[in-house]
């Protein structure tokens, strides 16, 4: 073999290897969107709803079908932050709602509201958050979803006047009045 032809087929080898090196990769990312698919699909089969831009925002900030659970302890954990701080009691009332919603100790949702509680979550988080839940609420029925409304409702309140005021007086900052405002004007936005 001359040295004209070992170097045409190493260079044909090079060739080879970069073009099976390229192939590997395009099949990587396309078993990634693959995945990212299926699970933004189960995220939409959780929450009932079917926005492929809301649901992709959703997986955007990590929601997975483990912490899926949380979406509507969310408003709750703004309220919690609205004056720069979560008290012992305000924590107490969203771990005691977390419990209620099947969201067990230790489990991976549980985790992850320990640590929203410890850090205030993004803007962004709240915001597409509260989206997400608007178009499930408009997705159910008027009774379900108006109890639901309620529910949240309730619960927010809770957890405005658990740590202020005194004697009842100021017993629901303004900081946690536009949080409250701004829930249910999301809620009530497309009717």
């Known amino acids: 073999m001359t040295d004209k032809d070992a170097f045409k087929e190493r260079g044909r080898a090079l060739e080879d290897e970069y073009f099976h090196r390229k192939e590997r990769e395009l099949i990587a990312r396309m078993r990634e969107r693959a995945a990212a ?7 939409g089969q959780a929450t009932g709803v079917a926005d492929a831009e809301i649901l992709q925002g959703l997986q ?16 709750l954990v703004q309220m919690a932050w609205a004056e720069g701080h979560v008290t012992m009691r305000e924590r107490d009332l969203i771990i005691e709602a ?10 991976p949702a549980d985790r992850q509201l320990q640590g929203w509680l ?4 993004s803007e962004e988080l709240f915001t597409t958050t509260l989206r997400a839940i608007a178009a499930m609420m408009q997705s159910r ?9 309620n529910d949240l409702l309730s619960y927010l309140t ?9 004697l009842g007086w100021g017993a629901v900052s303004d ?9 249910t004007q999301a809620l009530h936005k497309d009717k």
Request: no cysteine; proline share 5%; net charge negative.
């Open 158 to 166: 809770s957890i405005a006047t658990a740590s202020g005021g005194v």
């Open 98 to 107: 977390a419990r209620a919603r099947g969201i067990e100790s230790g489990s």
């Open 118 to 121: 410890a850090a205030r979550p």
């Open 141 to 149: 029925p008027e009774d379900e979803r108006k109890a639901g409304e």
């Open 60 to 75: 955007d900030l990590g929601y997975t079908t483990d912490t899926i659970t949380l979406l509507h302890l969310v408003p």
């Open 37 to 43: 698919e299926s699970a933004r699909t189960q995220l």
């Open 175 to 183: 900081e946690e009045r536009a949080v409250l405002a701004r829930v």
